[in-house]
């Protein structure tokens, strides 16, 4: 989990709008054959859904003062999705029936603009919530909580946003957050959190109103850019599969549309890494659904989507027709391009929702803090003609040349080494091969390094992208086996010899060595995926011996 509140000027506590009531002239007659009382009366304007299926308030204009179009009219719009269900009957009110949108909307009475998002105010955990009382909270990710809570879901007193002991931070506590030790959530995370006073937990979750986390489900791709490999016509838009919207008419401005193409795509930037579990698309239903057979979701670093790594299983001719389509992913599936592609056929492509559901569920690392600190890896390694090494690293503090592996046996102290002198380069002995890669940047890089005897032929992968390479690297060699390999430091010596000027400080996680050489589709799975592991270096942070200021930390890599 990232900390550091780089999005500080973009998140702001959730206030609790005020429900506009409709005029009069907007409200129905009771009808008392509907027995909805509360619809008309108005006392349904609290909700707990977060798309706010439940709402039964009064709203009837839109977020730009449009007019609602009665449910049961077909004019200015005629549409097919929603007639006056039992739940909506003959009125005018914001709905988000059948979970439709992502929030309430409606028609409008506006024949340009056949329909908008309502502001109806924020979900709340409960509708029996008591005024003022501040140990509760309004939002779904606890963002206005002001509670008086200090200490953590795991019993950590926590430590005062004014203090920078014992774990340093950002937060200054100024008015954004208070100068106190109560748990908030100033970075828009899942839930309330807080410094602890422990000075091995950096931080820990907060549990508020007696309550754990409630964003357990959420769509991580709504609104998130999108694109396709082209454009019908502009009602077919890649952004319409990521607007909550889930009608699947056509006409109702709610779905994708490529031309006819072979392998036709449509991709969304999620912004940062994700573990994903689960997508799920909306199919078109008033024709054309069948356009779906042979499409492949996948998901991964890359945006060049063909290298990313497919979840579920592609759309057979059977299952095309269906309105809801799922598609699962293996455990630890971790991706920030999410994509859907026809694969093997000349057509059109539509969508008309493509919900992403997963999480940023922070990944256990390696925080390299001093200058004396190193950590062995304690798997025997053989002697190797190819070899692949992989880790996801990030530098905290640049200064001198910090050296992030070396592997030492005897006779040679560096019989192969990684250096994050700007550029990132490697080498054995005095042979150095340098990279394009920009270590020093204070980014987070998964950095792949590949090279084989024959040729000497060396590759260097950021990001999952191949972004150097080259041959004639210790052609016709080999790695001799049965050396000690260490992370965070250089030696000079067998085991020894180590220099503080040398010492990486930063984070580090997903350490990994192959003994063959991984093709870049390989590379770009490992760079989406913590289940693909080395057969020679497998990744496990408790399989470690680690010495100086080293700590276990969890973070989210983005």
């Known amino acids: 989990m990232d900390r550091y509140p780089d999005r500080l000027s973009t998140v702001a506590f959730i206030l609790l ?64 999705g ?36 309502c502001d109806v105010g924020n979900s709340r955990r409960s509708c029996r919530k008591r005024a003022g009382d501040i140990e509760c909270y ?56 807080c410094y602890t006073m422990d000075p091995n937990i950096p931080w820990d979750y907060c549990n508020v109103c007696g309550e754990g986390p409630v964003n357990t489900h959420d769509n991580i791709a709504l609104n998130k850019a999108a694109s396709q490999s082209s454009l019908h016509h502009i009602r077919g838009v890649a952004s319409h599969a990521v607007d909550g919207f889930k009608s699947t008419f056509y006409g109702d401005d709610s779905c994708t549309h490529t031309e006819i193409q072979w392998d036709a795509w449509w991709k969304v930037d999620l912004q940062y890494l994700y573990f994903v579990q689960e997508i799920v698309i909306t199919n078109r239903q008033d024709c054309c659904a069948e356009r779906l057979a042979g499409a492949v979701v996948r998901v991964g670093s890359n945006q060049y989507i063909n290298s990313n790594t497919q979840c579920g299983t592609t759309v057979t001719e059977s299952d095309a027709s269906k309105r809801t389509l799922t598609f699962t992913c293996e455990p630890g599936t971790v991706g920030r391009y999410v994509s859907v592609q026809v694969e093997g056929h000349n057509n059109y492509m ?20 001093g200058t004396n600190n190193k950590v062995r890896i304690t ?71 590949t090279w084989q005897s024959s040729g000497g032929r060396w590759n260097v992968y950021n990001n999952g992208l191949l972004t150097d390479s080259g041959t004639g690297f210790f052609s016709g060699g080999s790695i001799t086996g049965g050396g000690i390999m260490i992370l965070g430091q250089e ?14 400080r930063g984070l580090l996680t997903g350490f990994n060595i192959w003994s063959r050489v991984l093709t870049p589709i390989e590379v770009a799975s490992v760079a989406g995926s913590e289940s693909m592991k080395g057969d020679v270096v497998a990744w496990n942070i408790n399989n470690l011996e680690t010495t100086g200021e080293v700590n276990e ?6």
């Open 491 to 504: 030696q000079d010596s067998l085991g020894g010899g180590f220099e503080s000027s040398q010492a990486f």
């Open 350 to 369: 539509t969508l008309c929702e493509v919900e992403v559901f997963g999480h940023r569920e922070c990944t256990k690392a390696l925080d390299f803090v």
């Open 17 to 80: 709008l005020t429900v506009v009531s409709s005029s009069a002239s907007n409200i129905v007659p009771y009808d008392e054959e509907s027995n909805d009382v509360n619809l008309i009366l108005g006392t349904q304007s609290c909700y707990t859904t977060p798309d706010g299926r439940d709402y039964t308030g009064t709203v009837s204009v839109t977020e730009s003062g449009l007019e609602c179009q009665y449910w049961s009219s077909q004019s200015p719009h005629r549409h097919r």
């Open 379 to 449: 798997d025997n390694i053989p002697q190797m003609s190819d070899i692949t090494m992989c880790l996801w690293f990030k530098l905290s503090v640049v200064a001198g040349e910090p050296h992030i592996v070396s592997y030492s046996v005897p006779g040679n102290f560096n019989e192969l080494l990684v250096s994050l002198l700007n550029p990132v380069y490697f080498g054995r002995g005095s042979t150095t091969a340098s990279s394009s890669v920009n270590g020093q940047d204070m980014n987070w890089h998964h950095l792949c390094i």
């Open 138 to 193: 309004e939002s779904y990710d606890a963002e206005d909580y002001r509670g008086h809570v200090n200490v953590t879901e795991n019993g950590k007193t926590c430590q005062r946003w004014d203090v920078q002991d014992p774990h340093e931070h950002t937060y200054r506590g100024d008015d954004f957050i208070g100068e106190h030790n109560h748990c908030r959530n100033p970075n828009g995370d899942n839930r309330p959190w």
């Open 82 to 117: 929603f007639k006056p269900y039992p739940s909506l009957h003959n009125h005018n009110y914001c709905r988000n029936p059948d979970s439709s949108g992502d929030r309430a909307w409606c028609y409008t009475t506006d024949p340009d603009t056949r329909w908008e998002y």
């Open 553 to 558: 930390v969890c973070v989210i890599i983005k």
